[in-house]
């Protein structure tokens, strides 16, 4: 691993080129548009901000979409690793079915998918893009009485004075781990690893498995869908972009 050239504090895995932003645009946005102006696998691109913590990364799938998508939970699982080693210990970070995320209960964010609008389910993707949001801080929404059902990284005791940079480098080590997992294991060590952190389904979605095109199918057979789920974005604001408060 070596620092980035674009941000020399941070050591990244040398697969990744960091790509660091401050303005209004998520980071969601900004890899997609790069993705889709040309090569720029492995770029990571990071939105400096107090109030989240934004960064998306650019992949390139060697599967046909409908099974390509699954490199979303191996998105979620190292997100949910990096937030677990930089947050208070023994404290649980568990999803609800499939992209929002949760700590000690409380929502904290989420993750994204993204992939060519044109390509068919049948094709292999040119790109796809997976990012993660989560509130940073909750300092500008006022009283916390009124968004009870939220977290922040600083309500729960993460720094938050370093810019998060600690968190972008333990995402991209543990993304390479989870791909690192799928590559010995197959998908079943991704989904076993996704799977226990699900909360919303209850154990007999735990108990369940992925399915080849990523929709969950739950012990006893109930089917839900990954695709319709990942195009509504449940913890995000559609007002503000943002992860709900």
Request: overall charge negative; charged content about 25%; aromatic content about 8%.
């Amino acid at each position: 691993m070596a620092p980035s050239p674009d941000h020399p504090d941070l050591i990244l895995p040398p697969v990744f080129s960091l790509m660091v932003t401050s303005g209004p645009e998520n980071a969601f946005d900004e890899a997609c548009a790069v993705a889709a102006s040309g090569d720029a696998t492995g770029r990571l691109v990071w939105r400096r901000s107090a109030e989240v913590f934004d960064l998306a990364v650019i992949l390139e799938p060697d599967e046909p979409l409908a099974r390509a998508r699954r490199a979303f939970f191996a998105g979620m699982v190292a997100l949910a690793d990096a937030i677990g080693a930089h947050g208070p210990p023994e404290i649980p970070v568990t999803f609800d079915w499939p992209d929002t995320v949760r700590f000690d209960g409380a929502r904290l964010g989420g993750g994204r998918l993204g992939w060519p609008p044109a390509c068919g389910e049948d094709e292999v993707p040119d790109w796809l893009v997976f990012s993660a949001t989560v509130i940073a801080s909750k300092a500008r929404a006022g009283d916390p009485g009124l968004t009870p059902d939220s977290t922040s990284l600083e309500n729960e005791g993460f720094n938050v004075e370093d810019g998060h940079g600690p968190l972008v480098e333990s995402f991209a080590r543990h993304l390479m781990k989870a791909f690192a997992v799928w590559d010995e294991d197959g998908f079943a060590g991704i989904e076993r690893r996704y799977l226990r952190r699900l909360a919303d389904g209850g154990p007999s979605a735990r108990m369940g498995r992925i399915d080849a095109n990523g929709d969950l199918l739950a012990d006893g057979g109930e089917r839900h869908p990954l695709v319709a789920v990942l195009t509504g974005v449940a913890w995000r604001d559609p007002h503000t972009g943002e992860p709900r408060l």
